[in-house]
């Protein structure tokens, strides 16, 4: 799929899930609920902490991409350095997603034909993540400033396209989206760890139905 047709779809369905702290086993399992829910984009996250389990977080992201071919977008999350992104490119990642700005992060994504995500959260990064060839921002964490430290930053920089991210769930995603994110990343909120563990995936597909309801309001 084109760079360009992907971006719209992003701007298009506005939600992304990010499965964070999943057992690569289970991930299949979450894209599945979260696909009967409507979500059509989902961030598999690498862990920082466990470098030993980076290439089972690929075969991952591998696994996803394969199941829902065209049907379900499936990007990589925590990328903190090109080596990150050459193995999420390589499993099939279609969006690189970081939790700040490296700088040479995005150029090894926008020369590797992926969408880019970097995580900001000042005016200053969040202007020089956009001109480091960012496609979208990622303002981070979103929820610990609130809605109105958003609506400050985005008077003077409003045309860069930015996503909430951080404490964004079904009582305040409205709201962010009235206030003029183009869409949001949901983690925790979402893939909630305790249903994984017990395999209550049926929780996770009815709360992502709500809210790909609210964003499509």
Same mark, same amino acid.
């Given at each position: 799929?084109?760079?360009?047709?992907?971006?719209?779809?992003?701007?298009?369905?506005?939600?992304?899930?990010?499965?964070?702290?999943?057992?690569?086993?289970?991930?299949?399992?979450?894209?599945?609920?979260?696909?009967?829910?409507?979500?059509?984009?989902?961030?598999?996250?690498?862990?920082?902490?466990?470098?030993?389990?980076?290439?089972?977080?690929?075969?991952?992201?591998?696994?996803?991409?394969?199941?829902?071919?065209?049907?379900?977008?499936?990007?990589? !999350?925590?990328?903190?350095?090109?080596? $990150? /992104?050459?193995?999420?490119?390589? %499993?099939?990642? =279609? +969006?690189?997603?970081?939790?700040?700005?490296?700088?040479?992060?995005?150029?090894?994504?926008?020369?590797?034909?992926?969408?880019?995500?970097?995580?900001?959260?000042?005016?200053?990064?969040?202007?020089?993540?956009?001109?480091?060839?960012?496609?979208?921002?990622?303002?981070?964490?979103?929820?610990?400033?609130?809605?109105?430290?958003?609506?400050?930053?985005?008077?003077?920089?409003?045309?860069?396209?930015?996503?909430?991210?951080?404490?964004?769930?079904?009582?305040?995603?409205?709201?962010?989206?009235?206030?003029?994110?183009? !869409?949001?990343?949901?983690?925790?909120? $979402? /893939?909630?760890?305790?249903?994984? %563990?017990?395999? =209550? +995936?049926?929780?996770?597909?009815?709360?992502?139905?709500?809210?790909?309801?609210?964003?499509?309001?």
């Amino acid at each position: 799929m084109e760079k360009s047709e992907l971006i719209k779809i992003v701007r298009e369905e506005k939600l992304i899930a990010i499965v964070r702290g999943v057992e690569p086993d289970k991930c299949l399992k979450v894209a599945d609920a979260l696909y009967e829910g409507g979500f059509r984009l989902v961030e598999i996250t690498f862990d920082q902490k466990n470098p030993g389990s980076w290439v089972e977080t690929g075969a991952a992201i591998a696994a996803v991409k394969k199941k829902y071919a065209g049907r379900m977008h499936v990007g990589a !999350g925590t990328v903190v350095s090109t080596q $990150l /992104v050459d193995i999420a490119a390589d %499993a099939g990642a =279609e +969006y690189i997603i970081s939790p700040d700005v490296n700088i040479a992060v995005i150029k090894r994504t926008v020369e590797k034909g992926l969408i880019s995500m970097p995580g900001a959260l000042t005016p200053s990064e969040i202007m020089t993540a956009y001109n480091s060839g960012a496609d979208f921002v990622k303002v981070f964490p979103a929820g610990n400033l609130g809605l109105g430290y958003l609506k400050a930053i985005m008077a003077p920089i409003g045309h860069v396209p930015m996503l909430a991210v951080g404490g964004v769930n079904e009582d305040n995603l409205r709201d962010y989206l009235e206030a003029g994110c183009c !869409g949001a990343g949901i983690g925790g909120n $979402l /893939v909630n760890k305790k249903w994984v %563990a017990e395999g =209550e +995936y049926d929780k996770i597909t009815e709360l992502a139905k709500r809210m790909v309801r609210i964003a499509k309001a």
